[in-house]
């Protein structure tokens, strides 16, 4: 990645002009006139006349003039911090994104602060009452106060189990207690900012000793000072997360502080556990599942320095830190990296711009690095970690495929595939049945008309879910109830074709009535908690057979797991993404690495139309590693991404026609600015031209060097916002697009 940098000078000093960057689809900063003796810096947030709206933006720059004219300048309405709220570390580096994404820098800034302090909230902590044990209350006797004040004694009972000190939250009706309590002198009551650190685990759990090959990639790690990119490249259960705690270890006791990055807190709520258990500083968790209170207070305490390992999903890669030691990215190649609307930014990528700011060390992990960090251990630019084998006792699990051409299929699945999965349930083993798609079925058909229901909205069926028969669209989110019959020759029988998990499960719980079953997608899932319950009852071993989609591949420890079944490889092999094998191949990895990860060995089953398929023998026989490799050889010929840089500039409208006209105006404003070296493809409809009501259409660029396209981006962005017809459309650009959509 390379864009300009100029980091925001220092204020200076009788400076007259702020220049704010204010939310709003304009690419550009805006001057603002300062009041009299009103000192301002960049970082510090200010309310603004903006066209007839106030708005809050944030102050990147003070100086003493302004290319507008005098009378034209507006002043700042308020400054509503005392000091920046915003580092300059990270005013620059949201800056440094914002230009290297095309995205408006009052957006882009908007996009990375909490939504309080956005919406102008006070940058300080939520205070907190906790309640603190003195050395009188500890020699009360319980039972006797009981006996004149049994309230107050459960209260001090409750202290005592908590080892001294409780937050005041939720006492109910005992906070009057705790009032008598204080004036007794038995406990004291402290205002204290409410942090919402991750609750300590009772026992520490001493670090195992690494192997050599752990040992190796941490050596490697600490033996570069400053910035380097590591690629940690090791199989399922070699002991990633352990090099991660060592390095974060290495940070914390030189009283750095460690950010680590992950693709969904909610999936890896053992990850968060192993680094409570293992640290006794403080974390915090940043994750959509946090009320805009708790996220901003977890922000404070990083940029504060008061936590100490801040662990996060994409948007945490915009926490200020105080006092940065180390960036980790776990499972770099997960998708969910890359916001897909709004700012359009790579958090993976994004995280080696800050490391390399920061002068500190990142380290991207994977069993399935992605071909764009594999490209760049090629080039030399990041070093290349290898775990080659699995940390415990258990071996790689064996890989087959299994040839289900005009094999009799149950919901699915094939006879041979159900006989292994009973033998493995009859040695106490548990199966994962993995299909990446939930719901009943993906199709409702009329048996009489060929009927099947699609969505008003999109070019796309409706999932039918049994449990509360309904039509959905997973597109979108319409749904509507299923029809008691055939909408369009009111005789037919409507009958579901295809499965998703749901149907998985209920024929799996048909044929193995005696073990329980658990099944993990987003609608299992949906409610707080869920996630959790359900694994710990597969960890247990209540649930045999686990069914799930992809939430399911994601780092879970599953010891007893002996067989994985991949229900469907075939969808993957004819992608319209030119990633589509790319991602297969991870999704085949990832899945299978859940099967034997303790004693066991594991056994991995895909059922597939095309035993023969030269991409996946390739993937079974060499390893990943062997088709990463001919998939690059693959790219560079067709001079794809890796080996080029691409940018696509999307529109929509309700009508067909606007996006295609804008887009085509675009394409010659583009080619009127000689582009040299990007190529233009386009205009098209997107792959499913009509999605929630409004039809999509898209522009490529196409560049062999990276520089001639950010040349064309920065000379083309902000004429492209002047042509008249992209007012009657929604128009974005994508800047590495990762999803061609
Ligand atoms: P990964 O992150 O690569 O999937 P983990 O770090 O989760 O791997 O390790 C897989 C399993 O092996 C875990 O149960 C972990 O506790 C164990 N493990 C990792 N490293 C070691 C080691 N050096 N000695 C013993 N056990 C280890
Ligand atoms: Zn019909
Ligand atoms: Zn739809």
Request: charged content about 25%; hydrophobic content about 40%; glycine content about 8%.
């Amino acid at each position: 990645m390379s864009a300009p940098t100029d980091a925001p000078t220092a204020a200076l000093q009788r400076a007259t002009i702020a220049r704010v960057a204010v939310p709003s689809p304009l690419n550009q900063l805006f001057d603002y006139r300062l009041p009299d003796r009103c000192a301002v810096e960049p970082g510090m947030r200010v309310t603004v006349p903006f066209g007839r709206s106030t708005r809050t933006g944030v102050v990147v720059d003070c100086r003493r003039d302004s290319e507008l004219a005098p009378e034209r300048l507006k002043p700042i309405h308020a400054v509503l911090d005392e000091t920046p709220v915003l580092p300059a570390e990270l005013l620059g580096f949201v800056l440094w994104a914002s230009r290297y994404y095309h995205h408006p820098p009052g957006e882009a800034l908007a996009t990375a602060l909490p939504v309080l302090l956005r919406q102008g909230a006070p940058a300080r902590p939520q205070q907190q009452s906790v309640l603190r044990q003195t050395a009188a209350g500890a020699t009360v006797e319980l039972s006797e106060l009981a006996r004149r004040a049994p309230r107050q004694a459960e209260l001090l009972a409750l202290l005592r189990q908590a080892g001294g000190q409780l937050t005041a939250d939720g006492l109910g009706g005992l906070r009057a207690s705790a009032k008598a309590l204080a004036e007794k002198g038995w406990l004291q009551i402290e205002q204290r900012p409410a942090y919402g650190f991750v609750p300590a685990e009772a026992a520490l759990q001493p670090p195992p000793r690494l192997n050599s090959h752990q040992a190796q990639a941490c050596a490697a790690v600490r033996e570069r000072a400053g910035f380097a990119c590591h690629l940690l490249d090791g199989v399922t259960g070699s002991g990633k997360t352990e090099v991660y705690l060592e390095l974060v270890a290495d940070a914390v006791d030189a009283g750095r502080q460690a950010l680590v990055l992950v693709p969904e807190i909610g999936l890896t709520p053992q990850l968060i556990r192993r680094f409570s258990r293992r640290f006794r500083v403080p974390i915090v968790a940043l994750h959509s599942g946090l009320s805009d209170r708790e996220r901003l207070n977890a922000w404070l305490a990083a940029r504060d320095g008061l936590a100490a390992i801040v662990i996060g999903t994409r948007s945490a890669i915009f926490t200020p830190l105080a006092r940065p030691g180390l960036i980790v990215v776990d499972e770099e190649h997960d998708l969910s990296f890359k916001q897909q609307d709004g700012f359009r930014y790579n958090a993976r990528d994004l995280a080696v711009v800050r490391a390399s700011r920061l002068g500190i060390p990142v380290v991207l992990g994977s069993a399935t690095p992605s071909l764009e960090s594999l490209a760049n251990v090629e080039r030399g630019r990041y070093h290349h970690l290898r775990l080659p084998q699995r940390a415990g006792a258990a071996g790689m699990p064996a890989i087959q495929l299994l040839d289900i051409r005009s094999k009799p299929l149950h919901a699915g699945l094939s006879d041979p595939l159900l006989a292994r999965m009973r033998e493995h349930l009859d040695r106490g083993g548990q199966a994962l049945v993995f299909l990446n798609r939930r719901g009943y079925a993906p199709v409702v058909m009329c048996h009489d008309c060929a009927w099947t229901g699609t969505c008003n909205r999109c070019d796309a069926r409706l999932t039918f879910h049994r449990h509360d028969r309904r039509l959905r669209c997973h597109h979108c989110g319409h749904e509507r109830p299923l029809p008691p019959a055939c909408p369009s020759c009111g005789n037919g029988e409507l009958f579901p074709l295809g499965q998703g998990t749901e149907r998985l499960e209920q024929e799996l719980a048909a044929r193995f009535p005696e073990h329980g079953i658990v099944r993990i997608d987003r609608d299992s899932t949906r409610r707080k908690g869920a996630m959790s319950r359900l694994l710990e009852s597969a960890q247990r071993g209540e649930g045999r057979i686990l069914v799930g989609t992809q939430m399911l591949a994601k780092g879970h420890h599953l010891p007893e797991i002996s067989l994985v079944a991949i229900v469907d490889a075939d969808q993957g092999l004819f992608g319209t993404d030119f990633r589509s094998i790319e991602r297969l191949a991870q999704q085949v990895i990832q899945v299978a690495g859940r099967a034997g990860r303790a004693e066991r060995p594991g056994e991995v089953i895909i059922q597939t139309h095309y035993p023969d398929h030269p991409l996946l023998h390739t993937l079974l026989r060499d390893g990943y590693a062997a088709l990463a490799r001919q998939l690059l050889d693959e790219r560079r010929q067709m001079a794809l991404p890796p080996y080029a840089a691409l940018a696509l500039l999307r529109a929509e409208s309700p009508t067909a026609e606007p996006p295609l006209v804008f887009l085509e105006e675009a394409r010659q404003q583009a080619e009127a600015l000689a582009p040299d070296g990007v190529e233009l493809m386009g205009p098209v409809p997107a792959p499913m031209e009509r999605r929630a009501g409004r039809f999509r259409a898209q522009l490529l660029l196409q560049a062999a060097r990276r520089q001639n396209l950010q040349r064309l981006l920065e000379r083309w962005v902000d004429r492209l916002a002047q042509l008249r017809s992209g007012r009657r459309v929604r128009w974005s650009l994508d800047v590495d697009p990762m999803e061609m959509l």
